[in-house]
T-cell receptor
């Protein structure tokens, strides 16, 4: 399974854009990149996913490099409620189900 | 409301005791999953099920058992064979077709007394 590498922690000022990088240099052509976040003692919350094109939704934008070896999650206007652990995950299909391969994630702290 | 529910939120187990964690979903999802999370770590897959009456081992299935008698329910039993059961357990579900997103429940924290 492809593995991901993320910085252990990051800080961002409230109201600024938070840019969270992720390396997935061994990703294969049919593996999706997913981003989830987890606030302490809660279940992970889905944010966004993509295969090779950039994606945007109401929560964030996902920028995937052309060679697909890395990606960046962008929270355009970070708020204090965005403080969480952010996981960049490669999703591998296993028959009709999926397998999410989690790493340790990036602990993002939004500062007032 | 549609979603995934897990109960209880906290569960205490005595040494040598089996305990069962509940997971229910009303999203009409075919696939369901159980993950384990240890402090400061990511999630690891225990078991998953693609359809009723079928389930497969994940990466760390030893000491655990599951059943899938109904589409909506996927209970996880932590047996006495699991030597280090203290962890945060998360249940998830997805439509089951490739490309569908996996959604998580709120989790159950299991503590061994």
């Amino acid at each position: 399974d492809a593995k991901t590498t993320q910085p252990t922690s990051m800080d961002c000022a409230e109201g600024r854009a938070a840019n969270l990088p992720c390396n997935h240099s061994t990703i294969s052509g049919n593996e999706y990149v997913y981003w989830y976040r987890q606030i302490h003692s809660q279940g992970p919350q889905y944010i966004i996913h993509g295969l090779k094109n950039n994606e945007t939704n109401e929560m964030a934008s996902l920028i995937i490099t052309e060679d697909r070896k890395s990606s960046t999650l962008i929270l355009p206007h970070a708020t204090l409620r965005d403080t969480a652990v952010y996981y960049c995950i490669v999703r591998v299909a296993i028959g009709g189900a999926q397998k999410l391969v989690f790493g340790q994630g990036t602990r993002l702290t939004i500062n007032p | 409301d549609g979603g995934i529910t897990q109960s209880p939120k906290y569960l205490f187990r005595k040494e040598g005791q089996n305990v069962t964690l509940s997971c229910e979903q009303n999203l009409n999802h075919d696939a369901m999953y159980w993950y384990r999370q240890d402090p400061g770590q990511g999630l690891r897959l225990i078991y998953y099920s693609q359809i009723v009456n079928d389930f497969q081992k994940g990466d760390i299935a030893e000491g655990y058992s599951v059943s899938r008698e109904k589409k909506e329910s996927f209970p996880l039993t932590v047996t006495s064979a699991q030597k280090n059961p203290t962890a945060f357990y998360l249940c998830a579900s997805s439509l089951g077709t490739p490309g569908e997103t996996q959604y998580f429940g709120p989790g159950t924290r299991l503590l061994v007394l």
